[in-house]
């Protein structure tokens, strides 16, 4: 009721939320008193938390933040949804997000802006912009977030919390609206490291009904936080620290890091060669798929329906006119295009060769380091409205966090020492399954 009553007060101000569920809530609160009353909790029980509005949830609106699907009432729960719910998780509800998580500022949601709570006139990043604000202003203790290309990365540098982003197929894909299938991942945004760990312990692990997930063993996340990065060997790209990068961002990301040598971690300083392909190939990549995936929005089975359609056609476009935003219009244009007959070889062929080179960059790099630090955003949170009129400009935000989606690794974003009074994220690239290690290296930074 305390949470509920803090999105009351100070929501109107952010707009993380595009639906809030008191009753469930309060319901679901109630029998997390019980079963902790009975002795029965385990660390999730009763905990506040919020789901990025591309979660199916049963009987909730599940929007996408789109107009397309204002009206869609998901008939089922998504596997992470409902392992959160049986871990005794209790959610307030639905939180903002770029329309079908297509954006790096929040501001392609059909329900508005959401602000950053460090500054309202900022943007709060994106596409998890919500979920970030929302745990960032102490609505709700964790919520869940999807990063294609950086969607929890980047809102949690934004916002100054922790994010983590685990290997793609550790948590379930079912249920999750789909962007670019081979780069979706779930994960968390969280006030620390230690509150990740509890949230990703419940959502990872094996799921029959999504065939990429991985069917390896879930460790325990929490019980390593505290082991010392005595040894620990950290690569330094130095295309990290690359002119493009705020120098007062490059000193308190190299404090960090020093710090952790303190520690007794070594420095390795390394070098991965194709990172500025990156954002290239993720632009043809993730258009392509997205092309292909919302083909399934035609206005016939479920979501917005135009009206009066004259004849089939008619009802196609209109439905999908009406229905998707400029910058998802945007993603299926290009998709379209790289896929066409006359452009897949020197567009999406292209860019999947450029993939597998990021990743064989990254395979080299975890054959002498243990994990890879650099910064996660460019610069910190900017103005609202700075690059929405130059899309080439909202892209290269992500010139940090694309290149772990493109080669499937878990990644995570830990506040380190503000910039001018904005938060600064240090990214933490593992290889794949190291989630363990990212959340015992940013517990050891908190
Ligand atoms: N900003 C990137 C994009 O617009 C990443 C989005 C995401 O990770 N969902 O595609």
């Known amino acids: 009721a305390d949470y509920l009553a803090r999105i009351e007060r100070h929501d109107s101000a952010l707009n993380s939320f595009i639906t809030v569920t008191p009753e469930a809530a309060l319901a679901a609160a109630d029998a997390a008193d019980q079963r902790l009353a009975r002795g029965e909790g385990g660390p999730l029980t009763g905990i506040p938390i919020a789901h990025k509005d591309i979660f199916c949830t049963q009987g909730v609106r599940t929007s996408c933040a789109s107009r397309m699907l204002d009206n869609f009432i998901a008939p089922y729960d998504a596997t992470v949804v409902s392992r959160l719910n049986q871990a005794g998780a209790v959610s307030l509800g639905k939180t903002n997000m770029d329309e079908f998580a297509m954006g790096s500022s929040n501001e392609t949601s ?85 509150d990740a760990a509890h949230v990703l312990q419940a959502m990872a692990g094996f799921d029959p009904n999504d065939s990429t997930c991985a069917d390896e063993p879930v460790p325990d996340y929490a019980t390593n936080l505290n082991d010392s990065p005595r040894g620990l060997r950290i690569g330094v790209p130095r295309e990290f620290l690359s002119p493009e990068l705020d120098s007062r961002i490059a000193a308190v990301i190299e404090q960090a890091i020093e710090l952790l040598c303190q520690l007794g971690a070594e420095r390795h300083d390394i070098s991965l060669p194709n990172s500025a392909l990156s954002v290239p190939a993720y632009y043809v990549v993730a258009p392509a798929e997205c092309s292909s995936n919302l083909a399934r929005f035609d206005g016939v089975r479920f979501g917005h329906r135009c009206a009066d359609p004259i004849d089939l056609d008619d009802l196609y476009q209109r439905s999908r006119g009406e229905g998707f935003g400029t910058e998802v219009k945007r993603r299926i244009m290009i998709g379209t295009y790289v896929l066409s007959a006359g452009y897949y070889d020197a567009y999406y062929l292209k860019a999947q060769k450029i993939r597998r080179l990021i990743k064989e960059d990254f395979q080299r790099a975890f054959a002498e380091v243990d994990i890879i630090l650099g910064p996660t955003a460019p610069t910190t949170a900017f103005a609202l409205g700075a690059k929405t009129a130059d899309p080439v400009a909202m892209y290269l935000n992500d010139i940090f966090t694309i290149s772990t989606n493109l080669a499937g690794l878990p990644g995570m974003s830990v506040p380190v020492a503000p910039v001018a009074g904005l938060p600064v994220g240090l990214q933490l690239i593992g290889n794949y399954f190291a989630e363990a290690r990212l959340l015992n290296v940013a517990h050891q930074l908190q």
């Open 110 to 194: 059909w329900y508005g802006p959401v602000k950053n709570p460090w500054d309202t006139t900022r943007v709060p990043g994106g596409s998890s912009g919500g979920s970030a604000a929302a745990v960032a202003a102490g609505l709700c203790l964790a919520a869940t977030g999807t990063d294609t290309g950086g969607s929890i990365r980047q809102p949690a540098a934004f916002c100054g919390i922790t994010g983590i982003k685990p290997t793609y197929g550790r948590c379930s894909r079912w249920g999750m609206i789909a962007f670019a299938s081979s780069l979706d991942q779930a994960g968390v945004l969280a006030r620390s490291a230690a």
